[in-house]
Every structure is written in structure tokens, then in C-alpha cells.
């Protein structure tokens, strides 16, 4: 086995400021396969510092995240902490040293509860049959609670919360035992608005306290907002590394990143239904704003997003529009005819596909290949009498993934060869096979880059333009507003506003709405004032 080599240089890299690093790797190589993920990468960490590892999907940097916690043993290289070389064979030895890492897909167990979550693996030496010590795990799961803004009983299943308050409750798992440098492999991936900037305070207070943060990550906001020191990764190595200055703006960073100037995305025009066309889904009976009742229409060809904080009720919305779960409080029709699935599978035969937030939790089969994973929901597709014709499954196959550009070597390899973008490619292909009433959407560029993103909205565009109603749920508000053609905005169950063609200029105001905080930040209008609506794109008074 290839173990992490101890013969280095002596160590005592330092920061401008004259501080020995805490954690240094030099010349980390690391091999899967015929695949380098790892070529000769150095780097340092700092004790007080958030050091920022950017790059696109596939560039190396989950793989140097899971190196520095254990996960991996890097083929060549060496790993010094504190002024000494170490390898660790698990990350229960790098957690033992001071090292966490807060994983980019979850590792929660759904069925254990917050506290249970959080002490796990971490239980120590007990007879058998031993009493599990609640009164003594609780007080400390409350404080890390507490140090993330959650309120929350430390008995709560986790697969009784939403997809971000898990992501926290990852970032808090990591933070239980008080460690010296806490990797983040890409946290903010499934963060809504609110909870990234919980988030960033949580960053911010483990540099006051001098612990060293190794934000692992693509998002050049997340960098601009806590970053002190900048490493670019690509293809395997490291391009350049720098500190942020106040002379580093967003726009500069992504240069570095891409190697080319950011160019302005670019939007297709919106589209409005027809004059008295009706929409394929129509969701009425939602609680509006000033008491009043609001319905939400989803027509062919348009994109409308769901917007708002975690619980706000939109995710109620989507869910059942997908038959993950009843319309319990208000009403749904499909195409005219009342509707409300009991399961997934019964709104895919309706004709409406859904892709849900939470990749490796509820939507990748990570022991089956792409083949497998793509061709899920389509074998009636390429099948006769029970029999899967392997050739025509193929060929759809190759072509839905040419099709949506996605990067593989194999088709009959694991999914999880794959970066977390090309797997999500694979996943939205997936789903677009399976839609031909109606594209349900959540969180569908969570956890991939830049150029993946943009394809993906092309994709979910062209499906637009060929007809196809899109509902989208999104935590990203930039996405929600490059992507949809009509926003509706929710805040403690209530539907507050519509806003057609959305642009940059409406971020207050969405804000504002999700915080219910809309009538301090923007006057109210009287309705005969209010911006010209159509059909059911608006709000309908009832």
C-alpha cells in the first residue's frame, strides 16, 4: 500500500507575518486509476486564517481535502502539522490530532437523532450493552447548536429536517470535539441565502479563536466574503496562491480561476403564456399576503422559481407537485383535471419528472454505474417483454450524456468516478428523459463550477423553449434570478409576491420578502398600481 512519504525538507513555512504554518502538504501526488488528481500539490494553512481552495469540478480539491482529514492516502508527498510530519490511516486519527473535515455530501445517518449524529464514532470505550450518557452528550451538542444559530431539540431526527439544516448539522458534527483546522469541502453547496451567511459568522468566529479553516470550494462569492488567502487549483495542481487584499474583487478572482475575462451571463428572453392559455400545473389555496389567497402557475414554456428561507413552505410546494409528499393544505391541477400524486412514480407516469436537493442522499446509486444511474426511470424505454434491449440502452444513453456534456470515460463505470458536476449532469439528463408535462428542479446546480452551472441552465432553457413547464427551487438567489422567468417569494408559509422578468435590481425586494420584511424596505403599492400581471404568473386574490 502507498503510504504518505516522510522524507521532506525541514519544515517552517511561514505566512508574511513571520507564523510557522499549522498545517503544510508538500508535493502531494495522489493516483485513481489512470486519473491524476493529484499532481505535486503544496500548500500551507494558518492557525487564525480562512485559506480558500478554488478551483472547477475536477480540479483536485476535494481530493487534497480528504488527504489533509485522513480519507485518502496521498501516493507520494508529505503531510507536517504542527511542526511534525504525520500520516494518518482514517480520519479518526486526524480528528485525534486536531483535524475535522465537514464532507460535501452528507454523512448523516437519517434515522439517529442530532445528538446521536454528533457523538458517533466518537462514543469511546464502553462495556456492552452500556448505557448510552445523554445527560452528559447533550449540553455540548447545544452549544454547537447554539454556535450555529440553530434551534433546534438535540433529539430531532435529522431525516425529519430539510436538506440545509442537515448541511449545518454536517459543518456542526465537525465542530464537536474542538478542533485546531476544520476542512470544508465545498459547505455552501446546499446553503440558502441566510443560512451561508450563518455560515460565514461560524468562519469568521473560528478565526477570532485562532483556529485554521480550509474552505474547500468554487464559489468566488464564498471567497470574497471570509477568504484571507486564496490557492487556485487546476487540473490536479496549483496555479497560484495569494491573499486577499482589498484590491481582489470578484471579478479578478475569477480571472485567476478561469484564466479569461468573466463575461456577463447571458439570459435568454422571457417568455409570457399566451392570452388565455392555461397552465399545465396550477397550485391554488396557498396563503397569501394581507390574508388573501394565492395561486401559483406553472405554464408550457415558462420557468418559475420558489424562493425563500429554509421552512418557509415552498419546499412543500415542489414536493408534492413530484409526489414526495401530500398537498395537505392546498390544492393541485394538472392540466385542468385536480391532481395530487401519492408517489414519485405515480407524477412521472402524469408525466412530471423531479430532480431533489441532496445528490448522494437522494438521487445518485453510488455502488452503480452511469449506465445504471441514467437509464433509472427509462427502462421501459428500451425494453420489450421485461427485457432490456442493451444495445438500444446504449445508444440512449450515450446520447442523453453527449447531450448534456457530460465528462466519462466509461459507461459502465461507478458514478462516483465521476465529479460531483458531471454526476449531476447525469442526473438532470435523467429527469428531462422522464418530463413531458412538467420539470420539477431542487437545488440543480448545487455543488458544481462555473462552466457546469452555465451549461445546466442552457439545458434547462432549451427544455423550456421546446415547451416544457420547469419548476425550480433554488437556494442560490443569482440562479434563481438568471434562470426564471417569474419568481414567486414565500416567507412562514405565505406566498408574499410575484415577480415577473426578475433582474438584478428586485434583489431588496425578494429579500425583503423572504425576511418579512417587505414593508420596510419597500412601500406597499395599492393593487390598481401594482406592475401589470399575467394570468396566473401573478397573484390571484381570492
Known amino acids: 500500500m502507498s503510504t504518505l512519504s516522510l522524507h521532506a525538507a525541514p519544515c517552517g513555512h511561514t505566512a508574511a507575518g513571520g507564523r510557522a504554518a499549522l498545517l503544510e502538504v508538500r508535493g502531494a501526488t495522489k493516483r485513481f486509476g489512470a486519473t491524476l488528481a493529484l499532481d505535486d500539490v503544496s500548500i500551507a494553512a494558518h492557525a487564525g486564517e480562512i485559506h480558500c481552495v478554488l478551483g472547477e469540478n475536477g480540479a483536485g480539491k476535494s481530493s487534497l481535502g480528504k488527504v489533509i482529514a485522513g480519507l485518502y492516502r496521498a501516493d507520494a508527498g508529505v503531510l507536517v502539522f504542527d511542526g511534525a510530519p504525520v500520516q494518518f490511516a482514517n480520519p479518526g486519527q486526524a480528528r485525534a490530532m486536531g483535524i475535522a473535515i465537514v464532507y460535501q455530501e452528507l454523512s448523516l445517518v437519517p434515522d439517529l437523532s442530532i445528538r446521536a449524529n454528533f457523538w458517533l464514532g466518537s462514543e469511546g470505550a464502553r462495556l456492552p450493552l452500556a448505557r448510552v450518557g445523554r445527560r452528559r452528550e447533550t449540553p455540548r451538542v447545544r452549544e454547537v447548536l447554539a454556535q450555529l444559530g440553530v434551534e433546534l431539540d438535540p433529539?430531532?431526527?435529522?431525516?425529519?429536517?430539510?436538506?440545509?439544516?442537515?448541511?449545518?448539522?454536517?459543518?456542526?458534527?465537525?465542530?464537536?470535539?474542538?478542533?485546531?483546522?476544520?476542512?470544508?469541502?465545498?459547505?455552501?453547496?446546499?446553503?440558502?441565502?441566510?443560512?451561508?451567511?450563518?455560515?460565514?459568522?461560524?468562519?469568521?468566529?473560528?478565526?477570532?479563536?485562532?483556529?485554521?479553516?480550509?474552505?474547500?470550494?468554487?464559489?468566488?462569492?464564498?471567497?470574497?466574503?471570509?477568504?484571507?488567502?486564496?490557492?487556485?487549483?487546476?487540473?490536479?495542481?496549483?496555479?497560484?496562491?495569494?491573499?486577499?487584499?482589498?484590491?481582489?474583487?470578484?471579478?479578478?478572482?475569477?480571472?485567476?480561476?478561469?484564466?479569461?475575462?468573466?463575461?456577463?451571463?447571458?439570459?435568454?428572453?422571457?417568455?409570457?403564456?399566451?392570452?388565455?392559455?392555461?397552465?399545465?400545473?396550477?397550485?391554488?389555496?396557498?396563503?397569501?399576503?394581507?390574508?388573501?389567497?394565492?395561486?401559483?402557475?406553472?405554464?408550457?414554456?415558462?420557468?418559475?422559481?420558489?424562493?425563500?428561507?429554509?421552512?418557509?413552505?415552498?419546499?412543500?410546494?415542489?414536493?408534492?407537485?413530484?409526489?414526495?409528499?401530500?398537498?395537505?393544505?392546498?390544492?393541485?391541477?394538472?392540466?385542468?383535471?385536480?391532481?395530487?400524486?401519492?408517489?414519485?412514480?405515480?407524477?412521472?407516469?402524469?408525466?412530471?419528472?423531479?430532480?431533489?436537493?441532496?445528490?448522494?442522499?437522494?438521487?445518485?446509486?453510488?455502488?452503480?454505474s452511469i449506465r445504471e444511474n441514467l437509464m433509472l426511470s427509462q427502462l421501459r424505454r428500451v425494453s420489450r417483454l421485461g427485457f432490456i434491449n442493451r444495445r438500444r440502452e446504449t445508444s440512449v444513453a450515450l446520447d442523453q450524456l453527449r447531450a448534456s456534456a457530460v465528462k466519462f470515460a466509461d459507461l459502465d463505470a461507478g458514478i462516483d468516478t465521476l465529479s460531483g458536476g458531471n454526476q449531476q449532469k447525469v442526473l438532470l439528463a435523467r429527469a428531462m428523459a422522464g418530463a413531458s408535462a412538467l420539470l420539477v428542479l431542487e437545488e440543480p446546480t448545487a455543488g458544481v463550477d462555473i462552466d457546469a452551472k452555465q451549461q445546466i441552465h442552457e439545458r434547462i432553457r432549451a427544455a423550456s423553449r421546446a415547451g416544457l413547464a420547469v419548476l425550480v427551487l433554488s437556494s442560490d438567489l443569482p440562479e434563481t434570478l438568471a434562470l426564471c422567468d417569474v419568481v414567486y417569494t414565500f416567507f412562514a408559509g405565505t406566498v408574499m409576491d410575484c415577480h415577473v422578468a426578475p433582474a438584478a435590481g428586485d434583489h431588496d425586494a425578494i429579500l425583503a420578502d423572504i425576511l418579512g420584511q417587505r414593508s420596510a424596505a419597500r412601500p406597499e403599492q395599492p393593487r390598481s398600481q401594482a406592475a401589470p400581471t399575467v394570468n396566473e404568473w401573478s397573484l390571484q386574490a381570492t
Open 155 to 368: 433529539e430531532t431526527r435529522v431525516k425529519d429536517l430539510p436538506v440545509t439544516t442537515q448541511q449545518l448539522l454536517e459543518i456542526g458534527k465537525a465542530l464537536m470535539h474542538r478542533p485546531r483546522l476544520v476542512v470544508f469541502d465545498e459547505p455552501t453547496a446546499m446553503l440558502g441565502a441566510i443560512e451561508k451567511q450563518r455560515f460565514f459568522s461560524v468562519l469568521r468566529t473560528l478565526r477570532d479563536n485562532g483556529i485554521a479553516s480550509l474552505l474547500i470550494t468554487h464559489h468566488i462569492d464564498d471567497v470574497t466574503a471570509v477568504g484571507d488567502r486564496v490557492t487556485v487549483m487546476r487540473n490536479g495542481r496549483v496555479v497560484e496562491s495569494f491573499p486577499m487584499t482589498g484590491a481582489i474583487d470578484a471579478e479578478h478572482v475569477l480571472e485567476r480561476l478561469t484564466g479569461r475575462r468573466g463575461a456577463a451571463a447571458v439570459r435568454s428572453p422571457r417568455t409570457a403564456p399566451a392570452a388565455g392559455e392555461s397552465a399545465v400545473l396550477e397550485i391554488s389555496g396557498l396563503p397569501g399576503r394581507d390574508d388573501g389567497g394565492a395561486t401559483v402557475g406553472v405554464h408550457r414554456g415558462g420557468i418559475v422559481g420558489l424562493y425563500g428561507v429554509v421552512g418557509c413552505g415552498a419546499e412543500r410546494v415542489v414536493r408534492a407537485a413530484a409526489g414526495v409528499q401530500r398537498a395537505r393544505d392546498f390544492s393541485m391541477r394538472l392540466n385542468g383535471r385536480p391532481f395530487g400524486p401519492a408517489t414519485p412514480a405515480e407524477a412521472l407516469r402524469a408525466g412530471i419528472s423531479y430532480l431533489p436537493a441532496g445528490r448522494q442522499a437522494n438521487a445518485v446509486f453510488p455502488t452503480r
